[in-house]
């Protein structure tokens, strides 16, 4: 084989590995289910617990897929979310039961994956990929007391950094008669260039943007750790692992913003 020859095949070979690698890549992110839409609204959804009209507009979603501790009771958590947008958030409400509202450990950053959380998987720009100690994505723990809570990049020590980002998000529930909580949530979209304390603003949303979402509700009742952790999406095992979500955003679902 000459010199020419070889550089030919050599180049072929390396085309059709990139060709497997792309389409590899986009099977793997086509393949999350389920995908979801959010519809555009005029006036801002006014964050109290209490359901507004306008969320009459959108679908609700369960949250039915077990990611730890297995499916609970419908007596010990059943839940379902919708969601909405217009240029400044992402809204969402939560409609939930639990049997125990519990959230055991003031510190917020302290252990906050053990209490009762609403937990929002977010990327921007739907990229996918390794998010943990990065902006790529964020997977945001928000506390019965409102405050959200994700890992920071690593400092100089190695030392894992958690950090409220109660700027975020804003978010009220409340308990309503009928026993089923009403949590919702405006929330700013943040993109990967996002660090803390330099001024980084949202980005402003739009029609026909593609994000990666993904809701989960970590459920304890009273135990050391977290029950039940409940999510939107089914979550295919790495390693027998499906707790991946707050490390890789490969397997949030696709959440595309269309119009009214
Ligand atoms: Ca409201
Ligand atoms: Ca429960
Ligand atoms: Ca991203
Ligand atoms: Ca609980």
Known sequence: ???????????????????????????????????????????????????????????????????LGGMPDKSDFNGRFKLLWDKDALYLVAEFEDDVLIDKIADPLEFYWDDDTLEVFLDEDASGGEHQFNYNAFAYHVALDNQAVDIGEKDSSGKTPFLTLNDHIKSRWMRHQNG??????????????????????????????VLGFMLAYCDNDGSKTREHFIGSTKVEPINGDTNLGYRLADVFSKLTLIGD
């Open 180 to 209: 089923k909580v009403i949590w919702e949530m405006a929330i700013s979209v943040y993109d990967d260039s996002f660090k803390p304390n330099i001024g980084k603003q949202p980005v402003t949303l739009h029609q026909g943007k």
């Open 1 to 67: 084989m000459t010199f020419l020859s070889k550089l030919k095949v050599s180049a072929k070979v390396i085309a059709t590995c990139s060709l497997f690698a792309a389409t590899y890549l986009t099977a793997a992110n086509d393949a999350v289910t389920p995908s979801f839409v959010a519809h555009h609204i005029d006036t801002a959804i006014v964050i109290d617990g209490e359901l507004d009209k306008q969320w009459d507009k959108a679908t609700w979603h369960n949250l039915d897929q077990p990611i």
